[in-house]
């Protein structure tokens, strides 16, 4: 394998599926099975993932909500969404603890990196729900955050487009998909691959960033082999 400790990041509307709302229970069960996948290699997983499916705090504050306000229900999203993540993966065998950047007990304990650090060498998926615990600070902030915490060999993003284009694909059809960047090539092109504060935490402690298309099953076991697909963002 080629990463042996890995920070999954999972957007929260990957979980919607076909749905135009909250979790679809066939794509939850597919993810996890990917998941449980590189975890039976012997590969250490921590996972964050957002809550877009459910409420985002930007949007709450775009419709009148206080922005605070606002980006704690966001994160209490990201809680909804990593206990399904929790109840799918355990009911595939898969070992999990549930940790978290608020204080909710008695659903998860307090995050701290050295907790992450000994669940994961105890052969346990580990799942970061509340964010950084803090507002102002998006979920990509948060898996930035915790990837260099635990020390991840790479931060992986799980989307539904299988890297880093030129343009975006969905809109563009022209648009040409990069397998390589550096840091400053992304950041002069102005490519929107993780918001700034996210992108320059990794920047500043060498972490390469790897963006693919999780909805394509088997795609997460190439990627921690090693195999050329997704884009991969790194220092040179």
Same mark, same amino acid.
């Given at each position: 394998?080629?990463?042996?400790? $890995?920070?999954?990041? &999972?957007? *929260?509307? /990957?979980?919607?599926?076909?749905?135009?709302? @909250?979790?679809?229970?066939?794509? +939850? %069960?597919?993810?996890?099975?990917?998941?449980?996948?590189?975890?039976?290699?012997?590969?250490?997983?921590?996972?964050?993932?957002?809550?877009?499916? $459910?409420?985002?705090? &930007?949007? *709450?504050? /775009?419709?009148?909500?206080?922005?605070?306000? @606002?980006?704690?229900?966001?994160? +209490? %999203?990201?809680?909804?969404?990593?206990?399904?993540?929790?109840?799918?993966?355990?009911?595939?065998?898969?070992?999990?603890?549930?940790?978290?950047?608020?204080?909710?007990?008695?659903?998860?304990?307090?995050?701290?990196?050295?907790?992450?650090?000994?669940?994961?060498?105890?052969?346990?998926?580990?799942?970061?729900?509340?964010?950084?615990?803090?507002?102002?600070?998006?979920?990509?902030?948060?898996?930035?955050?915790?990837?260099?915490?635990?020390?991840?060999?790479?931060?992986?993003?799980?989307?539904?487009?299988?890297?880093?284009?030129?343009?975006?694909?969905?809109?563009?059809?022209?648009?040409?998909?990069?397998?390589?960047?550096?840091?400053?090539?992304?950041?002069?092109?102005?490519?929107?691959?993780?918001?700034?504060?996210?992108?320059?935490?990794?920047?500043?402690?060498?972490?390469?960033?790897?963006?693919?298309?999780?909805?394509?099953?088997?795609?997460?076991?190439?990627?921690?082999?090693?195999?050329?697909?997704?884009?991969?963002?790194?220092?040179?």
């Amino acid at each position: 394998m080629k990463y042996k400790r $890995i920070l999954l990041k &999972l957007s *929260g509307e /990957a979980l919607m599926g076909n749905k135009s709302y @909250g979790i679809d229970p066939d794509y +939850l %069960a597919v993810y996890c099975e990917q998941i449980k996948e590189v975890v039976d290699s012997k590969v250490q997983v921590a996972i964050v993932i957002g809550g877009g499916n $459910i409420f985002r705090g &930007l949007q *709450g504050a /775009a419709e009148g909500f206080d922005r605070v306000q @606002g980006d704690y229900m966001g994160m +209490l %999203a990201t809680v909804i969404n990593s206990m399904a993540l929790q109840a799918e993966l355990e009911k595939q065998g898969v070992p999990v603890k549930l940790l978290s950047g608020l204080g909710i007990d008695p659903i998860a304990e307090s995050v701290s990196g050295r907790k992450t650090v000994d669940n994961l060498n105890n052969g346990k998926v580990v799942i970061i729900a509340g964010g950084t615990g803090n507002p102002f600070f998006t979920t990509d902030s948060a898996s930035a955050l915790r990837a260099v915490e635990i020390h991840a060999d790479v931060l992986l993003k799980g989307t539904r487009v299988d890297g880093v284009y030129t343009a975006d694909p969905e809109k563009d059809p022209n648009a040409v998909k990069y397998d390589k960047l550096t840091f400053d090539e992304a950041y002069e092109k102005k490519l929107k691959i993780m918001d700034m504060t996210a992108f320059t935490l990794c920047r500043e402690n060498n972490l390469p960033i790897l963006v693919f298309d999780m909805n394509t099953k088997g795609n997460l076991m190439k990627v921690v082999k090693g195999e050329n697909i997704g884009t991969v963002v790194s220092g040179s």
